[in-house]
């Protein structure tokens, strides 16, 4: 899947769900509220798939090897990128939108717009040409994403031992918000571990 299809099929996607999830929380409804988020990680994951798969088995393409390593990993911080803007957005419309108060739910839903932009700033800096396009760039993206996605292993696994999920509190639509969006997370990370080490198995 071309990234440009991939980016509008999940923005798209992400403005539907954060409305859904909106409309869940009006309602006090936690099953619709989940419901609504559910969809959106798992699309994520499959429209990582779509992007990441055809990079796994075709022809070695014109370009140094760490160029197209660090192209695919451009494509999948887009992608995270919007997961993380989708989960502010989702923040934002169900704790200011609503009669839902929780404390931190504006805190977090900047600090995740605050992700999503630094995951498109670096995007932006490693095009051909930018100032992270070199081969030392391709590998410390390549750390720096093993480092995001076992951080948000260790997230998404300490949040459910620990059994806040379960609880009825203020943070309830928050929490729907982190575990869809770590096993997002998660996923894309892991999808991009692989096609950076398929691809080098080709040089």
Not at 179 to 188: E, M, P, Q, R
Request: proline letters at 3%; a positive charge; charged letters at 10%.
């Amino acid at each position: 899947m071309p990234i440009t299809l991939a980016r509008a099929v999940l923005i798209i996607a992400a403005l539907c769900s954060a409305a859904m999830m909106w409309s869940g929380v009006k309602a006090a409804d936690f099953t619709a509220t989940a419901w609504s988020a559910a969809p959106f990680a798992v699309l994520a994951a499959l429209i990582g798939l779509a992007v990441n798969i055809p990079r796994w088995t075709q022809a070695a393409a014109g370009g140094s090897v760490s160029g197209e390593q660090l192209n695919a990993m451009r494509n999948n911080a887009q992608l995270c990128a919007i997961v993380y803007a989708w989960g502010a957005l989702a923040l934002a419309a169900m704790y200011k939108l609503t009669g839902l108060y929780w404390q931190h739910g504006l805190q977090y839903a900047c600090g995740m717009l605050l992700f999503a932009a630094i995951f498109f700033g670096w995007s932006h800096m490693a095009r051909p040409g930018g100032r992270f396009a070199t081969p030392e760039g391709a590998k410390q993206a390549a750390l720096l994403n093993v480092v995001h996605g076992g951080a948000a292993v260790v997230a998404a696994a300490s949040f459910l031992i620990s059994g806040k999920f379960w609880v009825a509190r203020p943070d309830w639509a928050a929490n729907i918000v982190f575990l869809g969006g770590g096993f997002a997370i998660v996923s894309l990370c892991l999808l991009a571990a692989i096609t950076h080490w398929r691809i080098g198995q080709r040089a």
